[in-house]
């Protein structure tokens, strides 16, 4: 406890607590030295959420730089499906990794997360040229998992990406669907 009163507050104030535990440190003083345990211990949690505090502030700050909203892009379902996936080249979820970056400091890291997310949504609406058309088939969003619809509902969306990450689709079958639902979000065919 000691080494993290020093490396948060300083030495000067480790030995000075240290410096007060052991001279109070009497059977009659067990009340005293419980009231500067919570006093450190409150220190410590105060000090964590203000690092932290100031971590999310500064990311909010960069990704607003990049023209990206924290708020909305952190709460986008999409966004934590997507980080649930693995990081290409590795056997951990990219949410590991954001995890890891913010945790660390490594607020720039954590935001290119938040970068390559609305990178891959952007050429999600923008790979296939055909994406801008409407999908005349006339399938509903009911029906086998390789129809298309043209009307998508919150429960289609839901059961696309619930089986995505079982591993129902390959790649480019997920692609498929994918751009079938952006085309559905572009022409307002997206019902509740």
């Known amino acids: 406890m000691s080494d993290y009163i020093a490396s ?3 030495d000067d104030l480790a030995n000075a607590i240290l410096g007060m535990i052991k001279k109070n440190a009497t059977p009659s003083s067990g009340e005293e030295v419980g009231q500067l345990r919570q006093q450190v211990e409150d220190m410590q949690r105060s000090s964590s959420q203000a690092s932290r505090d ?5 990311l909010t700050q960069m990704l607003k730089a990049r023209s990206i909203d924290f708020q909305k892009t952190d709460g986008d379902p999409l966004f934590h499906d997507w980080l649930a996936q693995n990081h290409p080249g590795t056997g951990n979820s990219r949410q590991d990794f954001l995890a890891q970056h913010f945790n660390n ?6 935001a290119q997360f938040y970068s390559d997310f609305k990178a891959q949504e952007r ?3 923008t790979e296939n040229p055909l994406a801008k058309h409407v999908d005349v088939s006339g399938q509903t969003g009911s029906g086998d998992n390789d129809a298309q619809p043209d009307v998508w509902t919150g429960d289609d969306v839901t059961k696309l990406y619930s ?6 689709f390959t790649r480019e079958e997920f692609e498929k669907k994918e751009q079938s639902l952006n085309r559905a ?3 307002g065919d ?3």
């Open 185 to 187: 979000m572009q022409n």
């Open 105 to 110: 400091g490594n607020v720039e890291a954590a």
């Open 163 to 168: 089986d995505q990450r079982k591993g129902k």
């Open 54 to 58: 100031m971590r999310i502030t500064s």
């Open 123 to 125: 050429s999600s609406y």
């Open 190 to 192: 997206l019902k509740p």
């Open 8 to 10: 948060e507050y300083g």
